[in-house]
């Protein structure tokens, strides 16, 4: 079970869905929560300024960290404000720095991390997925929880399986925390080799029993790929929650939304719990 939470914020829609998600973990494991705020400040980068127009920009710059320090105070605020009124147990942080770095430094004092997400786009005239949430999700020390729309109950946790060392930590780490452990789980696996699978689902269903999970799993056919498939699973049940495993080869890693997790990530409106 999970001892302490750690959510990211900055006012926006997705942050304000992680913290939603993690009032509802902290109520469901008692852990408190620490809600960081990050002043970024690549507001203030080095950028060619013309000749006298040093201190002009000096000037332009306090004023930029000063207002947003001002917002930031402000959002926190409103976090300690719905804290106290859900009864949860919440300090706020607020640093200076990069919101990746020094979210991933603080993550170290806890055990699982809340933040929001962009969704991937779908055309070119979509905005781009954050950047911070990338490297967030490529150098965290602990497992990330990705809010996507609003919390919802749903007909259980759908945990991507194949068998492989990412699976099946990502597993463990989720069965450790704690979160929707009166929800059934979904093993889901994507083979044509239906056999094999079914033999790698069911050691993964043999350790969610013995941690008291109920659990069903399903072998999926890959033809229309991996994402596909995974995708329609998680909006037939519907799911509460998609459960991955991310690669821990750095490669890969650096290429996380080009992968299967980019395309669930724009596909899957359930919040999604990942590890490596």
Not at 103 to 130: K, M, N, Q
Not at 150 to 175: H, I, M, N, T
Request: proline share 5%; glycine share 8%; aromatic share 2%.
């Amino acid at each position: 079970m999970v001892k302490s939470l750690l959510v990211g914020t900055n006012g926006t829609d997705s942050s304000r869905a992680a913290v939603d998600l993690a009032f509802a973990a902290a109520r469901a494991t008692g852990a408190p929560i620490t809600c960081i705020g990050v002043i970024d400040v690549e507001l203030t980068a080095a950028e060619p300024v013309p000749m006298g127009g040093v201190a002009a920009k000096q000037k332009r710059d306090a004023r930029l960290l000063a207002d947003e320090r001002r917002r930031m105070e402000a959002v926190l605020l409103a976090v300690a404000d719905r804290a106290r009124e859900a009864g949860v147990e919440c300090r706020t942080l607020l640093i200076e720095g990069s919101p990746a770095e020094d979210l991933c430094s603080e993550a170290e004092r806890h055990d699982l991390v809340f933040i929001g997400r962009r969704a991937v786009p779908t055309s070119d005239h979509e905005p781009r997925p954050s950047a911070t949430m990338a490297t967030i999700l490529r150098i965290s020390p602990r497992p990330i929880v990705l809010a996507g729309g609003p919390a919802r109950k749903g007909a259980g946790v759908l945990v991507a399986y194949d068998g492989s060392r990412e699976a099946a930590r990502a597993l463990q780490s989720f069965v450790t925390c704690g979160l929707y452990a009166d929800e059934p789980v979904h093993a889901v696996g994507v083979s044509d080799e239906t056999a094999v699978m079914e033999s790698r689902l069911q050691r993964a269903a043999d350790y969610l029993r013995s941690h008291g999970r109920r659990v069903e799993t399903h072998v999926l056919p890959e033809r229309g790929g991996v994402a596909d498939a995974l995708a329609s699973m998680a909006e037939r049940l519907p799911a509460s929650m998609v459960v991955l495993g991310v690669s821990g080869q750095p490669r890969l890693r650096e290429r996380l939304f080009g992968s299967v997790t980019r395309s669930l990530v724009a596909r899957v409106d359930a919040p999604t719990f990942l590890d490596s």
